[in-house]
């Protein structure tokens, strides 16, 4: 049986993503870190709370571990290990389990564990709400138990985010394998000399690189080798040729959803950056981010875990309206009619949206599609890894 020939959207595609995979073969990591990259550094003496102050002050993503034991870098606390650590916290302190687990707490979990083998120290969801003693019983906790003291107390391994590393010489299709292979958003970028941080590079920093030169890198290829396509027919492919992977990133919880439900399912059920809600005609009502889980701590709202996810979500609607400007100026959606042309312009918002991510709505503004940032990256450089390990 013959094998039909490969469609031109094909052709088209297979020469785009090859000279995709020159092109960041050809790059390092030094052409695309950032120069605003900031790492943040904390002692893993440090407290919860100050820990979490960091991320509210600094608008970082992730703070790396300082062990002064082995005076090295050892480890690296994200966005999702603070969302897992205040839920687990506020479970606790709701349901009168101790933070710190001395060796009396550990006899009465096991007891607990034993009279109900559905026990777990962290639940899906939860009834009530903090008292006022709990309210504060919670903050002392954040302010006394360290990030050492605080893993080691629940018996998980402080070392669990294990540091993948590159060298700023290191070519950028190298990366993005590691990037796919260890199933990770960022790299520790290290100076080969001098063995300290260099910065961290994360998969929106190639998104971003790939923005600014891929275009011309194209064109300059296609012109080199003589290529039998013109710039205006590889143009011409559609988002839409890629709409088949992209209609199963359709992610979206419903607005009356309890809060801590809903990031619960965010970190350990989806393990998504960003959540899409929708009222109960399945019409989409606004975006919910792991960011937004800063917002509660920086006001200190731990009422809002036992409210709806359509009450936070008119708060963060709020509190966003104080850079209305900076929100008119950013599309938030795609649509699957845009081509290769296009793409550039999709990254860029997404690049530039509050909660890197974009959704496509249908005519009656129900989700089709909700890209984050690694979705995009997965899209384009899986498929490019893969179609480079076949040949």
């Known amino acids: 049986m013959k094998r039909s020939p490969p469609s031109k959207e094909d052709l088209l595609k297979e020469e785009y993503v090859s000279t995709l995979s020159y092109f960041l073969r050809d790059s390092s990591v030094y052409d695309c870190l950032s120069i605003n990259n900031q790492v943040s550094v904390v002692d893993m003496t440090l407290s919860l709370f100050d820990t979490f102050k960091i991320f509210i002050d600094s608008h970082v993503d992730e703070v790396l571990f300082w062990n ?105 299709n190298d990366i993005c394998s590691k990037f796919i292979t260890e199933n990770i958003t960022r790299i520790i970028v290290i100076e080969k000399e001098s063995k300290m941080v260099a910065g961290i590079i994360q998969q929106k920093d190639i998104l971003s690189f790939l923005v600014k030169g891929f275009n011309q890198y194209f ?38 959803i309890p809060v801590y439900d809903l990031f619960y399912k965010l970190i350990y059920v989806y393990k998504r950056n960003t959540i899409a809600i929708v009222d109960k005609n399945q019409k989409y009502l606004g975006l919910i981010d792991r960011r937004d889980f800063i917002f509660i701590l920086k006001y200190q709202m731990f009422d809002i875990l036992a409210s709806t996810a359509e009450k936070l979500l008119q708060l963060i609607k709020a509190e966003d309206s104080k850079y209305l400007a900076f929100y008119i100026r950013n599309k938030q959606q795609f649509t699957f009619n845009q081509t290769i042309k296009q793409v550039n312009q999709v990254v860029e918002n997404l690049l530039l949206s509050p909660r890197d991510s974009l959704v496509c709505l249908d005519n009656e503004e129900r989700l089709m599609s909700i890209f984050q940032i690694s979705d995009l990256f997965q899209i384009f450089v899986t498929d490019k890894n893969q179609e480079n390990c076949g040949q």
């Not at 060796?103 to 009834?127: L, V």
């Not at 290529?227 to 027919?233: F, I, L, R, V």
């Open 219 to 256: 064109a300059l290829k296609k012109h080199q080798n003589g290529a039998s396509t013109s710039n205006h027919e590889q143009h011409e492919l559609q988002m839409d040729y890629f709409k088949e992977e992209a209609m199963k990133l359709k992610y979206a919880l419903p607005a009356d």
């Open 68 to 172: 002064q034991e082995i005076a090295n870098y050892d480890g690296v606390f994200t966005q999702a290990d603070l969302i897992k650590t205040v839920l687990k916290c506020y479970y606790n302190v709701l349901y009168d389990i101790p933070n710190i687990w001395t060796t009396k707490n550990i006899a009465a979990i096991i007891e607990m564990e034993n009279e109900d083998e559905s026990y777990s120290p962290i639940q899906r969801t939860i009834q009530g709400r903090l008292t006022i003693d709990q309210f504060n019983q919670l903050l002392s906790d954040f302010k006394t138990i360290s990030i050492k003291t605080w893993f080691n107390s629940v018996g998980e391994n402080l070392h669990q985010n294990c540091l993948v590393k590159a060298e700023l010489d290191d070519n950028l």
